[in-house]
């Protein structure tokens, strides 16, 4: 018996002795080894990442609690065993499982902005962020005289959080159909301490909110056609399809958003929408607006903007 249990633990030590647990040693070994892996499974980087180095970097950094913009000094750095499994069971659960790296690591960035985000929630990310930089301008003439602000779709509560910031005297709403997203906006508000500038509330579009009215509103609703969820790459199917699918066209959310927002804008009030490469749905749509296309660095006509007096009644 005893002879076995040694053959047992030898055959153990020699798995390890062997691959990537016992042969990558330093941070720089484990990085190619990632960046390999993940080439080799085809992964998709959509989640605010471009490409797998990029990635594995992000992943590997944050797994060992090392700062996220310091990998030159730590690259030669050996790796303990214990590190080893942790490194490793991240890599395959990204290269296997498909999951998005922003699940993995249990937070998402935009700009320098960090937010908790889980399955709960899409992954942050929107052209927002740089368009709300300036305050929103030139749509926006003062930033400081916006008094009350919506982010319509609030998922996370990431853009209502941007808003915040972008408009220091404005209370700010973010709503959402989902309970489970609220509850992660909750956990975001707190952290930035914006608990009393930013309510959170659950509304289906504008059924929530009759009666009020904004300088500004803003949405990242789902617009996903039916063909494009049908081809969706794997690490789509992680977020919640309420987020993502937005009927035959895209533009289920967008049509009631259009419908309803002149009722709910101040006199001079803004719309803006982002509904990613559908701007030839929306225009087919909409024959009679005439919508402003906006430009931001990650991309042209992503989003659009209409002011109150342009919107249907």
Request: negative net charge; glycine residues 8%; aromatic residues 8%.
């Amino acid at each position: 018996m005893s002879d076995l249990h040694d053959d047992t633990e030898h055959e153990h030590e020699h798995e390890h002795q062997h691959g990537p647990l016992g042969e990558l040693v330093t941070l720089r070994d484990w990085l190619r080894y990632a960046v390999t892996r993940f080439n080799r499974a085809g992964l998709f980087f959509g989640h605010g990442c471009g490409d797998a180095y990029d990635e594995a970097v992000w992943l590997l950094l944050h797994t060992l609690s090392l700062p996220l913009d310091r990998l030159e000094p730590f690259l030669d750095a050996c790796i303990t065993a214990d590190e080893r499994e942790s490194l490793f069971a991240v890599i395959e659960r990204r290269a296997a499982e498909r999951v998005p790296a922003a699940y993995i690591t249990g937070e998402a960035w935009l700009g320098d902005f960090r937010f908790q985000v889980d399955e709960r929630v899409i992954v942050p990310r929107s052209f927002f962020a740089e368009l709300l930089e300036d305050g929103f301008a030139p749509w926006i003439d003062d930033a400081e005289r916006v008094t009350a602000a919506l982010d319509l779709c609030t998922g996370s509560g990431c853009l209502a959080i941007l808003m915040a910031h972008a408009f220091p005297n404005a209370q700010i709403v973010g709503a959402d159909l989902s309970d489970e997203a609220l509850d992660v906006a909750r956990a975001n508000v707190s952290d930035y301490d914006l608990d009393d500038r930013i309510e959170l509330l659950k509304s289906d579009v504008f059924d929530g909110l009759a009666g009020r009215t904004f300088d500004l509103i803003i949405s990242n609703p789902p617009y996903v056609t039916a063909d494009a969820m049908a081809t969706l790459p794997p690490e789509y199917l992680h977020e919640p399809h309420m987020a993502l699918a937005a009927g035959e066209d895209g533009l289920d959310i967008v049509r009631r958003l259009v419908a309803g927002a002149k009722a709910h804008l101040s006199p001079g009030g803004v719309l803006a929408v982002e509904v990613g490469h559908n701007r030839h749905l929306v225009e087919e749509a909409f024959p009679d607006l005439l919508p402003v296309w906006l430009s931001a660095k990650g991309g042209d006509d992503m989003v659009f903007v209409l002011r109150a007096d342009e919107l249907p009644e």
